[in-house]
């Protein structure tokens, strides 16, 4: 089964792999991590 997850305001540090890891401690398997970024700056977008 196939979900998507929304989350908001991360922290700079937190990139995909730090994401993955994450839900990895927690026996939860990720297919895949896409973070919406600035397209100027190249940062996370916050709001």
């Known amino acids: 089964?196939?979900?998507?997850l929304w989350m908001?305001?991360?922290e700079?540090?937190?990139d995909?792999?730090?994401i993955s890891r994450a839900f990895?401690?927690?026996?939860e398997t990720?297919?895949?991590v896409k973070i919406i970024r600035n397209r100027?700056?190249?940062q996370n977008v916050l709001n």
């Open 8 to 10: 908001g305001d991360l």
């Open 24 to 27: 990895a401690t927690m026996g």
């Open 40 to 42: 100027l700056t190249g």
């Open 12 to 14: 700079p540090y937190m």
């Open 16 to 18: 995909e792999n730090f």
């Open 1 to 4: 089964m196939a979900a998507s």
């Open 30 to 32: 990720v297919m895949s």
